[in-house]
């Protein structure tokens, strides 16, 4: 028996559909999109992706098809998997996980990359899965493969990210001379989508033992001939057939996954598919893209696939409903708000759905939603409504076995979707025992903090800060990793304006944004954004960028005064540009790039490493001698145009960073804005990034002063190793480097905790801040009112004792 389980399907949180198939023998695949959010499902689900080893990887690739796959492949690496095989219809592949050669590395795993073109198979023991790749209609098919010498180069690149020998630890990837290289800068995305049809293999019927004697078979070789399917001759002469002593084979329904992401691929897709075999059709699964249509023809390629007993599974952004994936932090938001309740927004889950859909396939919409018609004829279909569904996370198939001829094709439908309660049912069941002061039901799911939050139409004369991942090292059930939102007003003429800055911005950092910022206000909040701040390379803290200069582009592409600041480390600056010329290099026009060594503090500015050209990539084997790095005698001058014009920009005093002491090329920075025209007020705000105590550099110098620190604080107290291993800040830590920083008011964040808890406050040392708090995810906090979280601390620590009793009973962990 196999099943296949949705894993994801469209909402804001996990933006594309992946399923897992299983097999009896407990193997595991995944098909479709690894979108930013993907490896997060897995605990909120208790999924497990142990005996995972083989993705085969839908559609047109995009960030936003393929933004969790790295966060995912170093997960599945640190928790022991040795072997991770992805496969996809082109070779762009190779060059797209090449690119991330300056953030990805890990050893002892081996990633291989492999295309299969239309027709060609991968096959084990279990199923067989051939590719279909369709061309969009516009493009010729020759223009969609690489050089094979370049995609040579590529997989070399990508072998040396996932090492087999371990080089060093602690390795810079820009000093090894087969990662640091320039890209080629002429290669596009090609113009193809994959789609693939699994084929599982026939059980071989039971060997009928006592037939077999009955017949004069001596037990033995001929026993094991007639069970592989021969015949044999016995001792007087006869012959024995294997029919004659086998069950009849079972065999299984086929599956087909059907990725189209525009109705372009739909019309090229219908040629593809007009020779599909039907009768032993089980499944079809349609992964469609935003700009499918909802219309006819996507109707007759469904009736093309009907067969007598097929189910059809549908994914689109108009038809799954926008549920909260991830509930259990959801919950702890409530809780949260419950003590706070002008410090939280709980998360939205609205979405406009096609009436075209739910009336054509008589569906049940979801509750308290929209529709939209886009046509006003209603769809017709031959298609039974019962056999048609929609696709949601955690409903699941068993694919069965059958005897052809004598049995109908089994396939098996698990309906498991949990669609989440009512906030106030919630509240009732989770919180009301509690008895928070002035917490009650409506009063905490009807009230939304602030009114217009970041983003607004009012803009607010305060400092504003937005927590949207508090977590550090992988995403956890309750929190996303690290990532946070500025709102620093600029008062001129009697006018407030607004400065967003993102500093740092982990992996999905766009889901949490999606889910608290009001659709309304999205526009303004990217209108406003003006600069993101990365501290270091480590992927925690910068998988979730690229999405959100995609979003930013969305909103900014027809101003042509619309302008983005990117300071970050060198090495980024080749990613960012590298994924840009391949998906929309418009994106680069409207960014500027300022390298975070540029704003060092002091006269000592370090010199990049000069990567080498691709064509220069080799084997070890054929290597001589190795190369000696060189280095980049032009990168040690500061940037000063940009720099300069950063400042009259974004009404700036001053930017400073220091070398953190984390990894290499890590930072702690200092941003001094000017509040107002006349420059008579400033707020100088510093943040530390990932680091140990830095008193002589962070604390004294750059940030001295600072009206807001924000600070990891990693670890309790009393992980002193740990934190000195990991090279990370105990809280006790982060609070003398807040003291030495005379910092007026102080945010905590970056925890390791696995289920949601108060740091420990009873063993630490005295905060000479003004005020302080600790960060949650969807915390939105005023600068004024940062001190309104330590009275109701008594209140959360009662409120998160479900969750640390969940934990501690749960043995799955």
């Known amino acids: 028996m196999f099943s296949l389980t949705n894993v994801t399907h469209p909402t804001v949180d996990t933006r594309r559909p992946l399923l897992l198939l299983q097999a009896e023998s407990g193997e595991r695949f995944l098909f479709g999109q690894i979108c930013e959010g993907t490896q997060r499902t897995f605990p909120e689900t208790r999924m497990r992706l142990s005996k995972l080893e083989n993705v085969f990887l839908t559609g047109q690739l995009s960030w936003e098809a393929v933004g969790g796959l790295p966060g995912m492949i170093l997960t599945l690496s640190d928790q022991g998997v040795k072997k991770m095989n992805l496969y996809y219809g082109s070779d762009i592949l190779n060059y797209m996980v ?383 990793v690290i990532g946070m939102l500025l709102r620093i007003p600029y008062v001129k003429n009697g006018a407030v304006y607004s400065r967003n800055v993102l500093m740092d911005a982990g992996e999905n950092t766009l889901g949490s944004i999606l889910r608290y910022i009001p659709r309304p206000e999205l526009p303004q909040l990217f209108k406003d954004l003006k600069l993101v701040y990365l501290s270091h390379l480590h992927a925690d803290h910068h998988l979730g960028i690229m999405s959100l200069l995609e979003q930013w582009y969305a909103y900014n592409e027809n101003d042509d005064e619309a302008n983005l600041y990117l300071i970050v480390p060198w090495q980024f600056n080749f990613f960012v540009k590298e994924w840009c010329s391949l998906m929309d290099p418009g994106i680069l026009s409207k960014v500027t790039f300022i390298s975070c060594e540029h704003l060092i503090e002091g006269n000592y500015v370090r010199k990049e490493i000069k990567p080498l050209p691709l064509d220069e990539c080799r084997d070890e084997a054929s290597q001589h001698k190795k190369r000696r790095l060189e280095l980049d005698d032009t990168s040690s001058f500061r940037n000063l145009d940009s720099i300069k014009q950063l400042y009259r920009d974004l009404n700036i005093k001053m930017i400073q960073t220091c070398r953190a002491k984390h990894c290499d090329w890590a930072y702690s920075c200092s941003f001094t804005f000017y509040m107002n025209s006349d420059s008579s007020r400033s707020f100088k705000v510093s943040y530390s990034g990932d680091t140990r105590p830095n008193i002589d550099k962070f604390s004294s110098v750059v940030g001295l002063d600072s009206d807001l620190l924000i600070h990891e604080a990693t670890l309790d107290n009393d992980l002193m190793e740990d934190a000195i291993k990991k090279r990370h800040c105990t809280i006790n830590e982060a609070i003398k480097v807040s003291n030495a920083m005379r910092a007026r008011k102080l945010i905590l964040t970056h925890f390791s905790q696995r289920y949601p808890k108060l740091p420990q406050i009873d063993k630490s040392l005295e905060i000479k801040a003004q005020e302080f708090c600790f960060a949650f995810d969807g915390m939105l906090v005023n600068y004024d009112n940062i001190g309104e979280q330590f009275p109701k601390l008594k209140y959360l620590k009662k409120a998160f004792m479900e969750e640390k009793n969940s934990f501690e009973n749960d043995t799955s962990i």
């Open 98 to 480: 090449a690119t991330w050669r300056y953030f990805i590395f890990r050893f002892g795993m081996r990633l291989t990359i492999n295309t299969l073109r239309t027709g060609e198979c991968f096959e084990n023991k279990a199923l067989r899965v051939s590719s279909i790749v369709v061309n969009h209609p516009d493009h010729e098919p020759i223009t969609q493969t690489l050089p094979q010498q370049l995609v040579q180069n590529l997989r070399r690149i990508v072998g040396k990210m996932f090492p087999q020998k371990d080089p060093m630890s602690n390795s810079d990837p820009a000093k090894d001379p087969q990662i640091n290289v320039n890209m080629p800068k002429n290669v596009r995305m090609p113009q193809t989508a994959t789609s693939y049809e699994i084929f599982f293999k026939p059980i071989r019927g039971r060997f009928k033992v006592e037939e077999a004697i009955k017949l004069g078979v001596p037990k033995g070789p001929m026993f094991a001939k007639l069970t592989q399917g021969l015949a044999v001759k016995l001792a007087d002469g006869s012959e024995v057939l294997p029919e004659q002593v086998l069950e009849k084979t079972r065999e299984f329904a086929r599956v087909l996954i059907l990725d189209i992401p525009s109705d372009e691929f739909l019309t090229s897709s219908l040629s593809k598919l007009k020779d599909v075999d039907k009768q032993t059709l089980g499944a079809v699964y349609y992964f469609l893209g935003e700009q499918v249509s909802i219309n006819e023809r996507l109707v007759k390629v469904m009736e093309l696939l009907q067969g007598p007993h097929t189910q059809h599974f549908v994914s689109h952004p108009r038809v799954c409903p926008n549920n909260i994936v991830f509930q259990s932090a959801a919950l702890t938001t409530l809780k949260l708000k419950s003590a706070l309740p002008q410090h939280y927004i709980l998360p939205d889950s609205n979405r406009v759905f096609s009436s075209e859909f739910y009336g054509c396939f008589n569906k049940e919409l979801p509750r308290g939603t929209s529709v939209s018609q886009e046509q006003e004829e209603p769809l017709v279909t031959s298609l039974r409504s019962e056999n048609v569904h929609v696709m949601l996370q955690q409903n699941s198939i068993s694919i069965e076995p059958y005897t052809a001829g004598e049995e109908h094709i089994k396939v098996k439908i698990s309906e498991n979707f949990q669609q989440m309660k009512s906030w106030e049912k919630l509240f009732v069941d989770h919180i009301a025992d509690l008895a928070i002061p002035g917490a009650t039901a409506e009063s905490v799911s009807g009230y939304q903090a602030n009114g217009d939050v970041i983003g607004g139409r009012t803009a607010s004369d305060k400092v504003e800060v937005m927590t949207l991942g508090t977590g550090s090292a992988l995403p956890s059930k309750y929190r996303n």
